[in-house]
């Protein structure tokens, strides 16, 4: 029921105004493409692509956003989208979705950063509950054992393939010390010794100052690459979740097979992408065009 062209008559320089607005942002602050993509699987990953992770709490409801697992995702993110909802507001009232900004702005800015394209289909509808207490359990932890995240995943459709692909999208951005300092202060980890020494050191004053972090691919930061493949087997992986996958045989020749090959993993990650865009999304009645993209109509 969705389709590529959804907004062409309603809304036709929907796409336009997307690229304009991620472009900016990107260029003033490139932290902006990895803090939408981990929104956008928040997001998708919490009962649908539905924006519900945009609500804020009010006096009578803690939203999603305001769950222990989300208080991390980075304002960028946020503010990304909020500008381009009301650059479309102005353009084409109460037309356009904050659900089909959230996917389109998380496609283009993931080609900013020099990952693939590919087509996004449009006309999703925004939730009307956003409830954090609903979020128990289905989002992943650095701590949650393999066997969960690939149940997790599994559960929602996802096979254990596109669980390791989707991972890759760790390529780029960074995490608080607080997500692997206790990684770091135990034996038999699985890290390069020289590397724990670094992690030690990049979190030393830690938790004194929370908000040190570490990027998640130290290689080439930056750039939405396959080298996040490329560390795992050399104890390079900086979450437990992303060194697990090295661990379990299920997951194993799956890291050896995209460190190999660039061009399939991009292959493999659009396509994985495309099918969490999908995810639970609501159509007709089941769904709103919210007029702000933080509070219910
Ligand atoms: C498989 C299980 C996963 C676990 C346990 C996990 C966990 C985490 C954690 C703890 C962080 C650090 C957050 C912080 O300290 O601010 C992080 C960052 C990130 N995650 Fe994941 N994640 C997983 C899968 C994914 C998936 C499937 C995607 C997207 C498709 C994703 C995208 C990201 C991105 C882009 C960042 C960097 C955020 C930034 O720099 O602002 N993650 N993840
Ligand atoms: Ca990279």
Redesign the pocket.
Known sequence: RLTKDYYSKSCPRFFDIIRDTISNKQITTP?TA??T??L??HDC?SNGCDASILISSTAFNTAERDSSINL???GD?FDVIVRAKTALELACPITVSCSDIITVATRDLLITVGGPYYDVYLGRRDSRISKSSLLTDL????S?PISR?INQ?ESKGFTIQE?VA??G??S?????C??FVNRVARNNTGYNPRFAVALKQACSNYPKDPTL?VF?DIMTPNKFDNMYYQNIPKGLGL?E?DHGLYSDPRTRSFVDLYARDQDLFFKDFAKA?QK?SLYGVKTGRRGEIRRRCDAIN
């Open positions: 932290t990895a803090a993509i981990r956008f699987f990953f991390s995702l980075p993110g989002l992943p932890l650095p949650t995240i995943f669980m989707l991972s999208a760790h780029i951005g960074f995490s608080h607080k997500e972090s998640n979450l979740s992408m969490l």
